[in-house]
């Protein structure tokens, strides 16, 4: 009987902990598994001149810890589309699908919708194009996530506050044919600024920031290629709570979206300096929850994993992990040399002088099949420049072997089903703790914030 009421008092106190989150952070690392965390803090610590595993991100000393099984309806290996379905809107569906069910029968309705419903503003923000998967499945209702042109028109139709992401993949449909996009939005009550103090001094009831025309609408630049007019998540996000602000409350959700996109080519030191920006916006939350400490709840989490990636050098050799930090430029400066003719000589001194790395006798029996099977025409010296094909497999080699001699060793250029990461603090913050599915998330937010999910 004893152990009955104890029992009963701790189950009423662990759910009357909190009264209601009223301010609701939820940040996506777009493939940030455990390997990318790891990683990250374990070259922040070398940085540091300290212990692995002890240089910190801003999330990972979050008092709630979870971990989240991402599987979809259709695999085992998640896309953004049916994990950001499954964390948005609390089912499964096929991959692909943009918050619909599995048969793309049915719409479904997402936290945020939720949420709107109950008088919180909403925004969502991106570091790649908003129309783009994750940032799709708060707001559309689509079969698929490709469909660009109607997943924008979804946006326009939302009615949410506030929108930032790099633009839109296709703003005039697939055919380039259809109404602009932006004349749709406006049409509906939004103002589009194209730059950060624009988007300070607007006094638009809804607003949408996108990148300078003169960017490219598909994302901001990587973090470890930034300009300083370039766009960080920690601005995105201030300027977010700054218009977002008000006495009913709101749901904000900020997306690393490229932390994925480096994991694909196998980039560990692009991906490192992606993790340490959205840990930078994090952060900016942090400080907003340290001024509203009861009515905030910030959740950390991940949609997939991706490059299956592990800790090691990938061949028991010795790891340099400060040659994260030496990477000056990402796969994608890479990718572009590739484009133009280069000679073996020149394409070592480029990698000493923009990965940072030294070739050694294993990377250069590497480097020099990779050249050899890519050059067009057979070099008759080390000094002959050569036009390379198939230079994107070559630039994806290239990564993988730069990242594995930095401590950065990845299995796969794709996904993958491996559980990931959820951090959280504040309002209802305990309900995020141990094993879930991503499909618990939006019901544990309703439960913190005291919305009844049907
Ligand atoms: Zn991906």
């Known amino acids: ?7 009963t008092v701790f189950a009423l106190s662990a759910t ?8 609701v952070f939820l940040f996506i690392g777009d493939g940030m598994g455990f390997g990318a965390v790891t990683l990250t803090e374990d070259y922040l610590a070398a940085r540091q001149g300290n212990e692995p595993g002890s240089g910190t991100l801003t999330f990972s000393t979050f008092p709630v810890t979870g971990f989240s099984t991402t599987y979809s309806a259709s695999s085992l290996v998640t896309c953004s589309a049916a994990s950001g379905t499954a964390f948005a809107c609390g089912s499964k569906t096929r991959n692909g699908r943009i918050g619909m069910n599995a048969d793309a029968t049915e719409n479904l309705t997402s936290i945020a919708y939720r949420l709107k419903e109950k008088g919180y503003k909403v925004g969502i923000t991106t570091s790649v194009s908003i129309d783009h998967a994750t940032p799709a499945v708060f707001y559309a209702h689509q079969a698929s996530r490709s469909m660009y042109y109607e997943i924008a028109q979804d946006l326009a139709k939302s009615g949410f506050d506030f929108f930032s992401g790099a633009g839109f993949v296709e703003p005039l449909g697939k055919d380039k044919r259809q109404e602009s996009i932006f004349g749709l939005i406006e049409k509906n009550g939004y103002a589009v600024v194209r730059s950060l103090s624009d988007c300070k001094s607007s006094t638009a009831p809804k607003l949408l920031l996108l990148q300078p025309d003169s960017k490219p609408q598909t994302a901001y630049p990587y973090a470890i290629d930034k300009s300083s007019d370039d766009y960080t998540l920690a601005q995105t996000t201030a300027l977010a709570i700054e218009k977002l602000q008000n006495g009913k409350g709101f749901f904000l959700m900020v997306e690393g979206g490229k932390i994925d996109w480096a994991s694909h080519d196998n980039d560990a030191g692009s991906m490192v300096r992606e993790v340490i920006d959205m840990s930078e916006a994090v952060k900016v939350a942090l400080d907003f929850y340290r001024k509203y400490p009861k009515q905030t ?11 299956g990636l592990g800790v090691g050098s990938g061949a028991g050799g010795s790891i340099d992990i400060l040659g994260l930090g ?9 990718a572009q040399r590739l484009k133009d003719a280069t000679s073996y000589s020149e394409l070592k001194a480029w990698l000493a002088e923009n990965m940072g790395i030294t070739v050694s006798y294993g990377d250069e029996i590497l480097l020099r099949s990779l050249f050899a099977a890519s050059a067009k ?4 010296s080390d000094d002959t420049p050569c036009t390379l094909k198939n ?9 993988r072997m730069v990242s594995a001699k930095n401590g950065g060793s990845y299995s796969t250029f794709d996904h993958t089903g491996t559980m990931v990461p959820v951090y959280a603090i504040g309002e209802g913050s305990e309900l995020f703790r141990g094993k879930m599915d991503n499909t618990d998330i939006p019901k544990k937010i309703a439960k913190a914030t005291k919305v009844e999910w049907k």
């Open 1 to 7: 009987m004893k152990r009955i009421l104890i029992f």
């Open 297 to 307: 709840l910030i959740v950390v989490t991940a949609d997939h994993e991706t490059g």
């Open 326 to 334: 030496k990477q000056k430029a990402s796969v994608d400066k890479l």
């Open 16 to 23: 009357l902990a909190y009264s209601q989150a009223k301010y």
């Open 391 to 399: 230079s994107g497999e070559m630039t994806r080699s290239i990564m």
């Open 377 to 380: 025409s057979k070099p008759s």
